[in-house]
T-cell receptor, first 113, second 110 residues
Framework: EPEVTQTPSHQVTQMGQEVILRCVPISNHLYFYWYRQILGQKVEFLVSFYNNEISEKSEIFDDQFSVERPDGSNFTLKIRSTKLEDSAMYFC???????????FGSGTRLTVV | TQLLEQSPQFLSIQEGENLTVYCNSSSVFSSLQWYRQEPGEGPVLLVTVVTGGEVKKLKRLTFQFGDARKDSSLHITAAQTGDTGLYLCAGVSGNTPLVFGKGTRLSVIA
């Protein structure tokens, strides 16, 4: 069964450093998403991406965050200058269209120290 | 902001028992989705319901979407230890991205 692949599975970084989280969505899906889940809290929407541009973003997705689809297969989330409160599980997801269920990756556990 | 309230937050039952968990909102959704999440993993889609009053069955799991498309329920018959996990409901309204509830953490004891 097709799956969404995320790398790395774990990332530890120092506060103020830049991190790039990588995702390979399902190949024939058109919509791509990043969500995060702080330990013990609910899954929160960050950003959606369609037709090579951001279609929607949440309040969490401030100027420190950016997304890219550099080569037609990878979908990346960059955090420019990490803060302690960015520590969370980051999930990438894709869907074939609106109204369809999402397929999530296994996540990247980001720890900012 | 669309909010989804899930209840109960925690549920611990004996193997073989039946259970129902609920997902409620004051907002109308074009579809509601149920996911199951294991520790350290991403949510896995169980079902999508789109029509008010719709009922879908997945083996021992029965999902219902409320007539007004504001609420949903998940009923598990004869729970098994393998059903243990975090059950999340999530809603979509129009073209807005999926919004999640906090989940119901189910523990099925042998």
């Amino acid at each position: 069964e097709p799956e969404v692949t995320q790398t790395p599975s774990h990332q530890v970084t120092q506060m103020g450093q830049e991190v790039i989280l990588r995702c390979v969505p399902i190949s024939n899906h058109l919509y791509f998403y990043w969500y995060r889940q702080i330990l013990g809290q609910k899954v929160e929407f960050l950003v959606s991406f369609y037709n090579n541009e951001i279609s929607e973003k949440s309040e969490i997705f401030d100027d420190q965050f950016s997304v890219e689809r550099p080569d037609g297969s990878n979908f990346t989330l960059k955090i420019r200058s990490t803060k302690l409160e960015d520590s969370a599980m980051y999930f990438c997801a894709s869907s074939p269209g609106t109204g369809y269920g999402y397929t999530f990756g296994s996540g990247t556990r980001l720890t900012v120290v | 902001t669309q909010l989804l309230e899930q209840s109960p937050q925690f549920l611990s039952i004996q193997e073989g028992e039946n259970l129902t968990v609920y997902c409620n909102s004051s907002s109308v959704f074009s579809s509601l989705q149920w996911y199951r999440q294991e520790p350290g993993e991403g949510p896995v889609l169980l079902v999508t319901v789109v029509t008010g009053g719709e009922v879908k069955k997945l083996k021992r799991l029965t999902f219902q979407f409320g007539d007004a498309r504001k609420d949903s329920s998940l009923h598990i018959t004869a729970a098994q230890t393998g059903d243990t996990g975090l059950y999340l409901c999530a809603g979509v309204s129009g073209n807005t991205p999926l919004v999640f509830g906090k989940g119901t953490r189910l523990s099925v004891i042998a």
